[in-house]
């Protein structure tokens, strides 16, 4: 069984539309994180969260915010989407503190029209 | 510039041949995160190294952090190796995140 639950896998979105995508961890972790991949450029870090708390944001723009409803949960909503934003999003958990190893799911890959 | 460098950026390989995979950085770190990327884009974590040197199967990470550099040796390479090899800089505190390099894309052929 997967651990860490993206959805959905593949998604189309509008120029100036909202989406949000969804991140389930079963790894009994306390930190998750956000991650982007784009055509343009390497992995790259975007949030992390530790016992549902934002502890570094690394995303220039307020139009990406992250949602944490459940300790396992940690969502993120893209709002006024651009082309730019098209990218595979990837959630990732560890264990909280330092020295820990991160755990990547699926991704979802977003594409703005 | 670039904290994470990776080489080489492609490496093509006959089956059976060995593969060494370089990552340099320029920055402090906690450890060095390596990860295998299917084609289809999912992640595999490979090894989570801070210093010296670790074995799993026909793979062997070695991180010298005096020298900012981390290696990733694959051994009687296989074409189910096939695939990208990203490694990551951990930096932080509890505050951990991961700092990639472009990548190096492996293609072993048979």
């Known amino acids: 069984d997967p651990k860490i639950i993206q959805k959905p896998k593949y998604l189309v979105a509008v120029t100036g539309s909202e989406k949000i995508l969804i991140c389930e961890q079963y790894l009994g972790h306390n930190a998750m994180y956000w991650y982007r991949q784009s055509a343009k450029k390497p992995l790259e870090f975007m949030f992390s969260?530790?016992?549902?708390?934002?502890?570094d944001n690394q995303t220039a723009s307020s139009r990406f915010q992250p949602q944490s409803s459940k300790k396992n949960h940690l969502d993120l909503q893209i709002t006024a989407l651009k082309p730019d934003d098209s990218a595979t999003y990837f959630c990732a958990s560890s264990q909280a503190g330092q020295g820990y190893e991160q755990y990547f799911g699926p991704g979802t890959r977003l594409t703005v029209l | 510039g670039q904290q994470v460098q990776q080489s080489p950026a492609s490496l093509v390989l006959q089956e059976g041949e060995n593969a060494e995979l370089q990552c340099n950085f320029s920055t402090s770190l906690n450890s060095m995160q390596w990860f295998y990327q299917r084609p289809g884009g999912s992640l595999v974590s490979l090894f989570y190294?801070?210093?010296g040197t670790k074995h799993s199967g026909r793979l062997t990470s070695t991180t010298v952090i005096k020298e900012r550099r981390s290696s990733l040796h694959i051994s009687s390479s296989q074409t189910t190796d096939s695939g990208t090899y990203l490694c990551?800089?951990?930096?932080?505190?509890?505050?951990?995140?991961?700092?990639f390099g472009k990548g190096t894309k492996l293609s072993v052929k048979s």
């Open positions: 969260y530790s016992y549902q708390k934002l502890m």
């Open positions: 990551a800089l951990v930096s932080g505190g509890s505050n951990a995140k991961l700092t």
């Open positions: 190294n801070p210093s």
